[in-house]
Every structure is written in C-alpha cells, then in structure tokens.
C-alpha cells in the first residue's frame, strides 16, 4: 500500500473512533443493538404483575431497569429498594411522561391499571420506545385500533402479556388442534371457577399520604378515593377495567383465537349478575356466561366466584370440541380425549414444563435487537383481537342484549354498546391522533 492510501485510509479509521466515542453504538453501528449491549428499560406501575414482569425480564440477562415510575410513593419506595437487592439501581418517577422524554430508555413496561394502557403505550411509541403491556390491551374498540395503528406508523415491538402463547404445552396444544386429528371444531369453551372472596363495602377516605390520586385516576371519571377502587382490587369497577372477563377471559378466550385463526365473530350474547356475592362492593358480574357465534365454530366463555371447583375437574381451562375428540388444556397441562379409540388416539396428560412468562420476555428481548417484528409471540395486532373480543363480551353484558359485529366498520348494531367500546377520556386528557 502506498503511503498517502495508508494515511487516507487511518483517518477514516481514526473518524470512525471518534464518531464512536460521542455517539452511542446502536447509532453508528446502524444495527439497533450490538450483542454486548443492554436494553434499557423502564418500568411504569410497579406493583403486581409490572413487578414481576420486570423480574422475569432482568432473569434474561438483557437488560437493565433504569426508571421506576408509580403514582404511589410508597409503593415506588419499596421498589426502588428491591431492585437494589438485585443489583439494580434506578431513577423514580410519578409521572409517566417525564419518563418518555427520557433519550436513553429503549422500552417500557406498562404494568398500570387497565384504563392507563392504551395512552401510555400509544404515547410510548411516539417517543420511539418499545413497549411490553400488561393484557388486557385496552378496554375498548377504539383503543385498540389506535394502539395497534401507533406502533405500525412507528414501527415499534410491542408485546401483549398474554405469555401462555410463549409457554411449550400451549403450543404444543395449539399444533395439535391445527393439525386436523380432532377433525372439525365446532366448539372452544374456556372457563374460570375463581377462589376471589368477598369485597366488602368500605366507606370514601382521604386520599393516602404519598398517593397522586389525580394521576391514577388520569382519563377515568372523577370520584372521591376509596381504597377498593385502588391497587388489585381495580378491576372490579367500569372506570378501570372489565372484571373476570377482561382478567382471566383475557388469557383463556386467546387460546381459540390463537389455534383457530379466526378472530372477527358474528354476534356475542353475555348475561351475568352478582349472585355468589349479591351485596358486595363490586360492579362487575361475579357471575357470568358469554356465547361467541362464528362462521364455523361456537365459543363461550363462564366464570363463577367464591368457588375452586368446575364440573370438569379443572378449575379453570380450554377445550376444543372436534368430531373426533376433545382437546382440554390449562396452565398445567393438556390432554386429547377421543370420542372413539379406532379413530383417535388419546394423548395423557402432559403437563407443564416451563415458565411462559419468562418465555415471553425472551422473545421480547430478542425482537427489540432483531428488530423482525414478525417474531413477536403476542404482537399488538394479536392482543387487540382478544381484547375486542372481550369488551364485545361485556357490551353486550352491560347493554343487557346480543350484538351483531361489523368486522369492517368496528362496531355493533347498537348506539350504546358503541358508546361503552369508545374512548370517553375525563379530566382534560385525549388519546392521541395517529
């Protein structure tokens, strides 16, 4: 090599260095990642599932946690010294959008109150971040359409929490339904016989010292605290979330979904009441039947509280009616009982043999370096299928009739029931236009 080629080539070696020095690697490098490099993430409601979805994250050796952000300080306190048991150390917050601004987060978990989802992940992937939210996606149709639009335009990875898509003994269910060894399927039932107890009614109380009360309740309706309105015990109430149905339905009515390809039905027809519990604190069903019409198969969801037993012998699970047999799975195991031996074989119980929700977190991870958004087990288009379904289920619970689906326009054959699938925000906050 002459010399002015080798001097010419060393300067741009030289500029590269130095461009490497200011910049960050997933920049100059052109890849989002290098192998070596960390994700950085935040966790955004920090109690329940979002801590142990931010467990089982930091378990793939991937990532670190960079942010913690709850509207409980208390709460955040207790977190914030957790995870410096586990080595970690990281910034607090209790406003969400302080956390967006942030140029060096990658991704966020959202593990907030349902009526916090959609906003928070639709906001998330404005900033450019990646986002793993908890299930249900959102509580209404139009939520869902936005959220899956917001991470298409910006081409973000957001993975839905619904990790038994990434557990072996599901998918190993889900491969043999799709085979075609039942023969045709002409039912999916799910149901939950749920152990919740009673709720009693308790008095409105001053909002608890280190609280941002009015950050919790955010786009939901203004009311006076009450403390069975708060943290877990959220669900059973409108403004938030959808009860049983958009809680355990949510995991169990994706199976179908899930093996059978088929995700806009023709009509829905739910009814419940509070039975078990009539004078409880609750405003969801602690009872409740719901029957999904579909070209070719029926699906229904049930759930009872206040009970650990079901009439068949699982508490709470998934079976596929074909002409050949049954296909029953749960979180522990799966089976095929045949309607005739000479037809069908039966497969035993095969039980459970992994962890899916670490799974899921490692899928995750590995879609955020690959970038193959493709790869995502429960993809935003995927959990806004199961999600609609849902809130279809209780539109139809809460208007009192059955409701026909229009695929293509979005919506029912009924005014109020379109009302209670659209966002209605409170207290000056609006979803974003995508």
């Known amino acids: 090599m002459k010399r002015r080629d080798f001097l010419n080539q060393s300067s741009k070696v030289v500029g590269s260095a130095a461009i490497a020095s200011i910049l960050p690697s997933k920049v100059v490098f052109g890849n989002p990642f290098l192998p070596n490099d960390k994700i950085q993430f935040a966790l955004i409601g920090c109690k329940g599932m979002g801590w142990s979805n931010l467990n089982a994250l930091l378990k793939t050796g991937e990532a670190e ?57 639709i906001e998330a992937c404005m900033a450019g971040k990646d986002v793993y939210v908890e299930k249900p996606l959102a509580l209404t149709v139009e939520e869902c359409n936005l959220m899956v639009a917001a ?32 023969g045709e399927i002409f039912g999916a039932r799910t149901w939950i016989a749920s152990t919740q107890p009673n709720l009693p009614v308790v008095a409105d109380a001053p909002v608890p010292s280190g609280v941002h009360y009015d950050m919790w309740l955010g786009p939901a309706p203004k009311r006076t605290f009450n403390s069975n309105r708060f943290h877990y015990t959220f669900r059973w109430y409108w403004d938030y979330a959808g009860g049983l149905m958009t809680d355990w339905g949510v995991h169990l009515l994706d199976i179908p979904i899930f093996a059978l390809g ?8 739910s009814s419940g009441a509070k039975r078990v ?10 009872v409740q039947t719901t029957v999904y019409e579909f070209d070719k198969f029926q699906m229904t969801w049930e759930h009872a509280m206040g009970s650990r037993s079901h ?78 379904i849902c809130n279809l289920g209780n539109a139809s619970l809460r208007v009192g009739k059955p409701l026909t689906w229009d695929a293509d326009k979005h919506q029912v054959n009924d005014k109020k029931a379109n009302k209670i699938l659209s966002a209605n925000y409170k207290n000056g906050w609006k979803l974003p236009t995508i």
Request: one cysteine or more; charged letters at 30%; a neutral charge.
């Open 151 to 182: 991470a298409q335009k910006y081409k973000r990875a957001v993975q839905v929490g619904q990790w038994q898509r990434s557990q072996q003994h599901f998918q190993d269910a889900v491969a043999y339904v799709r085979s075609g060894k039942l």
């Open 65 to 121: 946690c960079v942010a913690l952000c709850d509207v409980d300080e208390n709460i955040l306190s207790q977190r914030t010294a957790d995870l410096e048991k586990l080595g970690g150390k990281a910034e607090t917050y209790t406003d969400y959008r302080k956390v967006l601004e942030r140029k060096d987060i990658d991704a966020i978990i959202v593990g907030t109150p349902d009526h916090w989802h959609a906003l928070i992940t």
């Open 311 to 388: 009439y068949t012998g699982k508490g709470h699970g998934i079976s596929f009616q074909g002409e050949k047999g049954v296909l029953t799975v749960n979180r522990s195991g799966w089976e095929v009982l045949p309607h005739d031996d000479k037809q069908l074989e039966a497969v035993p119980w095969t039980k459970s043999s992994d962890n899916g929700l670490e799974k899921h977190m490692v899928n995750f991870v590995e879609v955020i370096k690959s970038r193959k958004l493709e790869d995502l087990k429960c993809s935003v288009e995927e959990g806004a299928k199961v999600a609609i």
């Open 262 to 269: 088929n995700a806009a039905p023709k009509s829905v027809f």
């Open 277 to 286: 519990y009539p004078g409880d604190a609750r405003e969801t069903p602690d």
